[in-house]
């Protein structure tokens, strides 16, 4: 004879309603959570593929915020390229009128000179730009160091160095966020430029015509001198008046000394003798030079000053304007590739999302089809532990 045990019978269907239970529990999260996986033994192989798809999300996201930090800071950078360009155009629009020494009195000049000072401190702000967290934008990798400071002998030290900072945009480019202040500041090539400074002339005798020459051209006859300063004003006075010519120009040195300069191309020197002019014979090249941007507007101020002729300067300051139209194009370039890769790496997530929620997403017609297949299965096991239940000998005593 077989016995069923009445508790036997009591755990199976509890066991059974358990069991149906739990699985509707877990539909039930499934469809709260929207999520198909909600363990990895859920789907071994399927969530494996959801953390890849996941990092490689986090990846791009990445990415999108480096190429938004660059390029917030380039756009800072442009704008105060916008502002050097501006700076620069108006000292060379100043450099020209202040050439016109013989029209200009020395309160004009002077005038000319403080304004040209005053730019000099802007552009000196703007080398000095801060992007939004506080950093120099021109100071290479020391991005938290002033780049320039100003010595009480009117130069300029650069602080910073020549590195240049490297965001990742994507997965195998990298863009600079920036330029570093000594390319575009320090490092900036003058014009051809040629200079000879004198010795004091100790005969002060009457000079001849021809016997002193600059660039085959002759002085002229000079006077004799009461003394060694009173000779380099004499040379200093007769150079000037021919530099259109020669393109050769003098300033005092000091009081007995005179330094001829020329931009336009080598000087060439016959003196008869080097006594009474204090010059000597040869021919000294015009060579380019490297030269601090602000160091070049303050000398033109000097210059003027003294009412000299800053030609020279003029071409520097052109040549100037050149490295940071050169350096604005670069901006331009690395916004737009910016511009470019943004959009690609957004093509790019959203293909990523589109295979992770074709792997973790929830079918939900599928799911609430199973969640009422699974409410009447948990509702029949219900029922049927009633009646079984029910089925005791004590009911029909």
Not at 23 to 51: A, E, Y
Request: charged share 20%.
């Amino acid at each position: 004879m077989f016995r069923v045990s009445t508790k036997n019978m009591s755990d199976m269907s509890v066991s059974a309603m358990l069991e149906q239970q739990a699985r509707m529990s877990k539909t039930q999260l499934q469809l709260s959570s929207g999520k198909r996986i909600l363990t990895p033994s859920d789907d071994p192989t399927g969530s494996v593929r959801v953390v890849d798809l996941k990092s490689a999300i986090g990846r791009v996201d990445q990415y999108q915020v480096n190429a938004d930090r660059a390029q917030s800071r380039l756009e800072q950078e442009e704008s105060a390229l916008f502002g050097i360009t501006n700076l620069l155009q108006r000292s060379h629009e100043l450099g020209v009128q202040g050439n016109n020494l013989a029209v200009l009195t020395a309160s004009d000049t002077a005038a000319i000179a403080a304004e040209i000072r005053q730019l000099v401190h802007e552009l000196e702000g703007l080398a000095n730009t801060r992007d939004a967290s506080g950093d120099y934008i021109f100071a290479g990798y020391k991005s938290g160091t002033k780049p320039f400071t100003r010595t009480a002998t009117d130069t300029y030290i650069y602080n910073g160095d020549q590195g240049q900072r490297q965001l990742q945009i994507s997965a195998d480019r990298t863009i600079a966020d920036g330029d570093n202040g000594f390319d575009l500041f320090v490092d900036v090539d003058t014009g051809p430029y040629a200079s000879v400074t004198g010795i004091a002339a100790t005969s002060f005798g009457a000079i001849a015509d021809g016997d002193l020459t600059i660039n085959g051209i002759s002085v002229g006859a000079i006077p004799a001198a009461a003394n060694a300063t009173e000779r380099a004003g004499q040379i200093h006075d007769a150079i000037n008046l021919l530099s259109d010519i020669t393109n050769v120009s003098a300033v005092m040195a000091g009081t007995t000394t005179v330094t001829l300069s020329s931009s336009d191309g080598d000087i060439d020197i016959v003196a008869a003798s080097t006594a009474d002019t204090g010059l000597t014979t040869g021919t000294t090249p015009a060579t380019p030079g490297k030269r601090n941007i602000m160091e070049t507007l303050l000398q033109m101020a000097s210059t003027l000053e003294a009412r000299e002729a800053v030609d020279n300067y003029l071409e520097d300051i052109q040549l100037a304007m050149g490295k940071v139209s050169d350096v604005h194009s670069l901006v331009g370039a690395r916004l737009n590739a910016i511009n470019e890769q943004v959009e690609v790496n957004a093509d790019i997530k959203l293909s990523l999302q589109t295979h992770l929620s074709s792997v973790e997403d929830l079918d939900y017609t599928e799911a609430i089809s199973r969640f009422n297949r699974e409410t009447v299965a948990l509702q029949a096991a219900q029922q049927a532990y009633v009646k079984v239940q029910g089925l005791s000998l004590f009911n029909f005593i």
